[in-house]
């Protein structure tokens, strides 16, 4: 057999099945798609809540940032320490747990540690100063709704 003919009887199945798909591509784009609410509550594209997951990012913006992970939801920042405050620095943990925006859908963690001579030391965090920063959080993330919403 020549290799014309091979490659004739090879090729026109294959070309055959690519114009079936296209047809079929065809046919199913003419359907009306579902538009999408963007200012929706579940909003996650990346995962988890947008609305959160950029609230949750400006929040922390203060200290240099060790992971950030839009999937799993979950940003760690590294130590940082106030410039008006060398003896004392501070590591942020933020999770957002769910793609709604509530205020269950967000858990903030943070650690302190103070100078001790040249060794820093575990301090306790005041459960306040977790919560304030879960509140600027979820007033942020409902105001990039908001703005979303009417924009």
Not at 81 to 88: L, R
Not at 98 to 120: E, F, H, Y
Not at 129 to 147: F, G, H, N, P, S
Request: charged share 20%.
């Amino acid at each position: 057999m020549r290799r014309s003919a091979r490659f004739f009887r090879s090729t026109v199945p294959a070309l055959g099945a690519l114009a079936a798909l296209a047809a079929l591509a065809a046919c199913s784009s003419n359907r009306e798609r579902p538009k999408a609410d963007l200012a929706a509550a579940q909003v996650n594209t990346i995962g988890v809540n947008s609305y959160l997951w950029r609230a949750a990012l400006e929040a922390v913006s203060f200290a240099p940032l060790l992971q950030a992970d839009s999937n799993g939801g979950v940003i760690v920042t590294d130590w940082y320490a106030n410039p008006a405050n060398p003896g004392e620095r501070v590591k942020v943990t933020v999770s957002i747990l769910d793609t709604d925006l509530r205020a269950d859908a967000l858990r903030v963690a943070a650690s302190r540690q103070v100078a001790q001579g040249a060794n820093w030391v575990d301090a306790p965090v005041q459960a306040a100063t977790v919560q304030k920063l879960e509140d600027i959080i979820l007033t942020k993330a409902r105001e990039l709704r908001r703005q979303a919403v009417a924009g």
